[in-house]
């Protein structure tokens, strides 16, 4: 289960992932300029109350997706971006997650007891080619940010991470890699994810094959697969990784969101 939040709506292209940005592709059906960026009206989804005056969105609804028809940091957005992280903060109940391909803009209207990240917020960073990764990770890896992952989405040539992921790996929570979707998709090659792969177990990071995208290479075959099977063939080459320690720490985690009254427990010795 997962909740979508959408503060706000529009964007600016600012590289090449963005050329077949699905959020323009379905704004031209209805003739709408993507580039505008505007609060909508579920901006403040995450504190509205039902007649008993009780959240409707709760924790058991799952993640909350966040702004994913815009950049959280877009800088026509700067005005609102203080009441969003109120809301935030407010629902701590409610776990956050957002990608951007803004990390530098990260300090813009930051809340003031930010501190190392709230316990409640994810962000990931896209990069989708080398040059995107050497530009964006230096600072994105460097923020102060408790739970933060990567993206290659949409995976548009080979990556080489190694150097952040061997500074950084025990800061970042996931890897992930996608091929992109839609009539002009451009291809994803299955080297390129495999050698993600790789480089998150050569390091001990999670991994994740989110999608194959429209069109997949591999070997020397190339695949047009539909959009409602990309997430099902990805699933199906059964390459993600999770190191063992890790596994461990989140099971441990889950155990005690679920048990919270044992764990507290002072055992005698």
Same mark, same amino acid.
């Given at each position: 289960?997962?909740?979508?939040?959408?503060?706000?709506? !529009?964007?600016? +292209? $600012?590289?090449?992932?963005?050329?077949?940005? *699905?959020?323009?592709?379905?704004?031209?059906? &209805?003739?709408? #300029?993507?580039?505008?960026?505007?609060?909508?009206?579920?901006?403040?989804?995450?504190?509205?109350?039902?007649?008993? !005056?009780?959240? +409707? $969105?709760?924790?058991?609804?799952?993640?909350? *997706?966040?702004?994913?028809?815009?950049?959280? &940091?877009?800088? #026509?957005?700067?005005?609102?971006?203080?009441?969003?992280?109120?809301?935030m903060r407010t629902r701590a109940d409610l776990?956050?997650?957002?990608?951007?391909?803004?990390?530098?803009?990260?300090?813009?209207?930051?809340?003031?007891?930010?501190?190392?990240?709230?316990?409640?917020?994810?962000?990931?960073?896209?990069?989708?080619?080398?040059?995107?990764?050497?530009?964006?990770?230096?600072?994105f890896l460097e923020l102060p940010i408790r739970?933060?992952?990567?993206?290659?989405?949409?995976?548009?040539?080979?990556?080489?991470?190694?150097?952040?992921?061997?500074?950084?790996?025990?800061?970042?929570?996931?890897?992930?890699?996608?091929?992109?979707?839609?009539?002009?998709?451009?291809?994803?090659?299955?080297?390129?994810?495999?050698?993600?792969?790789?480089?998150?177990?050569?390091?001990?990071?999670?991994?994740?094959?989110?999608?194959?995208?429209?069109?997949?290479?591999?070997?020397?075959?190339?695949?047009?697969?539909?959009?409602?099977?990309?997430?099902?063939?990805?699933?199906?080459?059964?390459?993600?990784?999770?190191?063992?320690?890790?596994?461990?720490?989140?099971?441990?985690?889950?155990?005690?969101?679920?048990?919270?009254?044992?764990?507290?427990?002072?055992?005698?010795?």
């Open positions: 289960m997962s909740t979508t939040w959408n503060l706000w709506h !529009g964007c600016t +292209k $600012v590289s090449a992932g963005c050329r077949n940005c *699905y959020v323009y592709r379905r704004d031209a059906e &209805f003739g709408k #300029d993507s580039s505008i960026v505007t609060k909508t009206k579920a901006f403040d989804l995450p504190i509205r109350k039902d007649r008993k !005056g009780e959240y +409707k $969105v709760k924790p058991e609804d799952g993640v909350v *997706y966040t702004c994913f028809t815009s950049d959280f &940091f877009h800088p #026509d957005a700067d005005e609102w971006r203080k009441d969003a992280w109120a809301m776990d956050f997650f957002f990608v951007t391909k803004r990390p530098e803009r990260f300090h813009v209207n930051l809340p003031e007891d930010w501190g190392e990240g709230y316990k409640n917020v994810h962000i990931c960073c896209t990069c989708e080619n080398q040059y995107m990764a050497d530009k964006r990770l230096p600072i739970h933060k992952s990567i993206i290659h989405e949409p995976m548009l040539g080979p990556i080489i991470i190694e150097r952040f992921i061997e500074k950084y790996g025990k800061e970042i929570d996931q890897v992930v890699c996608g091929g992109e979707s839609g009539e002009e998709a451009r291809l994803c090659d299955y080297a390129w994810v495999m050698d993600t792969m790789c480089q998150c177990v050569k390091y001990e990071v999670p991994f994740h094959f989110k999608q194959t995208g429209a069109n997949f290479k591999r070997g020397e075959q190339v695949y047009h697969i539909p959009r409602k099977d990309q997430q099902i063939q990805a699933a199906k080459a059964k390459i993600d990784y999770m190191p063992p320690e890790r596994l461990r720490k989140e099971l441990y985690e889950n155990e005690e969101q679920r048990y919270p009254d044992l764990y507290q427990l002072s055992l005698p010795l």
